[in-house]
């Protein structure tokens, strides 16, 4: 029982980031309104980007900008003393990239209304049906 | 890290994410996504990755939910689902 | 199609956190994550590149192809917006609405144009008028916004930020005309080709920096053959180097959020806006 709780204690947010995950995942397959699966989608892909960056963090670690960085080259930097900066080097461009098809997928939206007039999938697929 | 703070900011983002896409108003799905962007910045910010959490607030928090405003306006508000 | 999708989300949740058992514990400093690669970016940023933010070293210079296609993807995103949204109307529409700036009144003019004075604005069919707190309070504010968007573009060296924070505020605020004034104001400030041909050029700075590094001897993107163009040592040029694509990424950011806005929120087709 002891180790039992140690472990949820160790794991706990690994969970909760997986159940971000998978209300974004629902939402893409199930939701009707095509406003709602992209807001599932942005959800999803936030919650990757957390789980990835919790993966650099360090205890006892500071934030990823050198101390005393300006004159001196005097001083000996230890990367324990650091968090771990390559997972956030990474999602930054997986932030902006999300933007950038949050506008696409909004664009086809737009389209998409302006063609059959309504957002919901199944009136979208029974028109298509009857053409 | 502080692990109450944590986990309350976790509990509030699975709340909002739920809400999100929970409500039958588009406009208050758009709102709602702003506030998740939002919390999400402030757990990166308490993790130490300071340049994720200013990109998320001002992308994600700013222009994202300013996207989605402007598609509701041009499109319909309601839904049944 | 719910129940499919509900069986899906707890299955696929399931085995993910079923895997979760073979994971370091969370914040651990021996993580696997933490021991090849990155203490060498932790301890040799300083004497490479004398930038103290890691996370921007790491970014444009260490790992700079990446930044340049991201770049390149936000590009295109911009181009796809526009190709699916925009629409040119081939004919005039039969009448135009004009309000008198005084008195509030409103003329059709059918098939004509009124010569352009200060007494009429052209409006829309959606116009509503617009509050004079909004429109005195973004106009103060504006210039302030952009201030600290150049200074967090300038400062990304010695604290968060860099280029991609600082374009998106500087597209934030050009949006932020945008909604408190009318589409029409933006557009006339900053135009749209002048938008367009400027994410090209951002672009065009962080590519041509790379190929210019080429043709001075060394690889693409490698900073330090910049010593024939600037006067300083092989470091200060690797420094100088990287806030040059910090500059290209912040115009190609900031032109395309300002130009997917204009298509989204129009419709694509620029006469009003939200």
Sequence with gaps: MGDLIQAI???????????????????????????????????????????????????????????????????????????????????????????????????LAIRIYNRYNTLEEDEILAQIREE | MVWPLDLAILTLVVIVGIGAITVKDLLGAAILFGAYSFMMCLLWSIMGAVDVAFTEASVGAGVSTVFFVAAVFRTSRRTKD | M????????????ALLIYATADFPAWGDPHSPASLH??????????????????????????????TMYETTVIFSAGVACFLLLRTFRRKEPEERLYRHVLTGVTIHAKRGKLPPSGDFERIDTAWTPPDLIIKTMCRLLIPFIQLFALYVIAHGHHSPGGGFQGGVMLGASVILLAISQDLRTAVRRLGEKVDALLCAAGVFIYAGTGALCLLLGLNFLDYSALVRVLPCDPIMARSHGIFIVEIGVGIAVMATMIWIYCNVSSSGEYDEGL
């Design chain 3, 37 to 66: 690669v990155s203490p060498y970016y932790i301890e040799k940023t300083i004497e490479e590149t004398a930038v103290p933010n890691i996370v921007t070293s790491v970014l444009a210079d260490y790992r700079g192809y990446d």
């Design chain 1, 9 to 107: 204690v160790a794991k706990y947010n690994y969970w909760i980031y997986i159940t971000l995950m998978m209300i974004g995942l629902y939402a893409m397959i199930a939701k009707n309104n095509l406003v709602k699966k992209i807001v599932g989608m942005n959800i999803f892909q936030t919650a990757i980007i957390l789980f990835y960056v919790s993966t650099g963090v360090k205890r006892g670690g500071t934030l990823p900008i050198i101390e005393h960085g300006h004159g001196g080259h005097s001083h000996v930097i230890h990367a324990a003393d650091y968090i771990n900066p390559l997972p956030h080097v990474l999602m930054l461009t997986a932030i902006v990239v999300s933007v950038a098809t949050l506008g696409v997928a909004l664009a």
């Design chain 3, 2 to 13: 719910k129940t499919i999708g509900l069986i899906i989300a707890v299955l696929t949740g």
